[in-house]
DNA sequence: ATAAGGGTTCCAGTCACAGGAAGGTCAAGG
DNA sequence: CCTTGACCTTCCTGTGACTGGAACCCTTAT
């Protein structure tokens, strides 16, 4: 299979594949032309990696998954570690763009809106 | 005062403070010995920027708050705009990390975590 | 022969800074 | 006067995960 066949199968941009070769995160095969040549296996690793990928694993905790993946002797517990941590990050995410939104939604909500200057949202920008 | 003294002041690491200057969002004058010189508007402008920051609003939203901040007949509805967009953004934000963490929650929950090899999160990643 | 539609490499840009090198300036102490 | 240390300056590079584009090669159909 060549790249745009397995960017539509994938769902991934072409370049973005090239990306993950470059970094190592796929090695398909060249062929005679010089072309990329995708099997079966690089197209299991780039949907697994589009997935991660969706689920917001960073790029370096993808490669630590995928490694899992690939190998068979693994323990779960390595592989949960790795999604508690992600877990957590998300959370903490969460709670800061909670915390913006609910000062800012006060700040909107205190606002006026109308052809008049006087600004709330502005004051509290300004300060305490 | 220096940019380390309105650094301290604001909160903002003086690296910040330069690349502020360097995109034009303060404009320091300089002493004769090249020093920024910062007086109380650059560090009320400062403030302001890092508290529109802390909220979230990006680098062009900040430029533009700014300039209406410093237009006194501004109407309050432009601000209020800028306000619900962002707050828009960030409902979206957290919407896209609430459904990934809820479906990565449910397949950590499945998962042992044992020194087993077994793991539904990895076969949650190849596939649906 | 040529045109369209693949593919290839490489370089630059994104966003909002952070790190660090190389060097100038200032105030205090010996 | 000299040094020390803390501060300041500019400039260059790197971050994460791509995206866009230029310049060029390969394949297939007309």
Redesign the interface.
Known sequence: MNIGEIAEQTGLPAKTIRYYEDIGLVTPQRGANGYRVFRETDA?KL??LG??R???FSIEQCRE?LA??E???????D???V??G??DD??K??SA??A??D???E??QK?????????P??K????P
């Open positions: 299991h949907t697994f997935r991660a969706a689920l917001g998954l899992l993946w190998d068979r002797s693994r323990a779960s517990a592989v949960r570690a999604a508690l992600h877990l998300i959370d995410k969460i763009l909670a913006m939104r000062t800012l939604a700040l909107v606002c006026a809106g109308d052809d008049r200057p006087d600004c949202i502005l509290g920008l300004e300060g």
